[in-house]
């Protein structure tokens, strides 16, 4: 568990924005990420009958059409207990192997961070 009071304040930012579009849209989980200028996309999972997207793969492209070249970090929040690996595999797509991953639960506390590399 990492410990959420030890988080600068723009990851504790991106956490609470995953946190409200996950709440707001009353999906399974949400996601943020902070591109290279310093700009936040927050998403929801999407669930439609033709089109089923992850909340970070949904925020990693809602970026990307935004015109992002590079992500600085991402956080997700969910009741999963871990991420998937073609979650991560979006952020190294844009981000790089380095980029740092938060996960955390409903209640916003952030139980692991990793690498998406």
Known sequence: MTDSSALD?????????????RARNGVP???????ETGRTYA??????????LSALRTAVAMAVASGATSLEAAAVVSGADGIAAEDLAAVRDLGGPGTPVLLAGADGVVRETVAAG
């Open 43 to 52: 998403a929801g999972s999407v669930e439609l009958p033709s089109l089923r």
């Open 29 to 35: 989980e949400g996601a943020a990420v902070r591109d």
């Open 9 to 21: 304040a723009e990851d504790r930012k991106i956490v609470t924005l995953a946190r409200s579009a």
